[in-house]
């Protein structure tokens, strides 16, 4: 194999890899964002669940 031959292998090869990681970027960044806007959602109904006064004694700071 010429020295020419072994260069544009190895550009094709950077080419494919850069492709390849661009391609899976974004359906991961969408997917990161949808879990985040998820899981920040959840956070809060969660915090506005424990300002609520409940009918029954919290049984998480119970004295002994």
């Given at each position: 194999?010429?020295?020419?031959?072994?260069?544009?292998?190895a550009?094709a090869?950077?080419?494919?890899?850069?492709v390849a990681l661009?391609?899976?970027?974004?359906?991961?960044?969408?997917?990161?964002g949808?879990m985040?806007?998820n899981i920040?959602?959840?956070?809060?109904?969660?915090?506005?669940?424990?300002?609520?006064?409940?009918?029954?004694?919290?049984r998480?700071?119970t004295?002994?």
């Amino acid at each position: 194999m010429s020295v020419m031959t072994l260069i544009l292998l190895a550009l094709a090869l950077v080419v494919a890899i850069a492709v390849a990681l661009g391609l899976a970027y974004l359906p991961m960044r969408l997917l990161m964002g949808r879990m985040a806007a998820n899981i920040t959602t959840f956070i809060q109904r969660q915090r506005d669940r424990r300002r609520v006064e409940r009918g029954t004694p919290d049984r998480r700071h119970t004295e002994v």
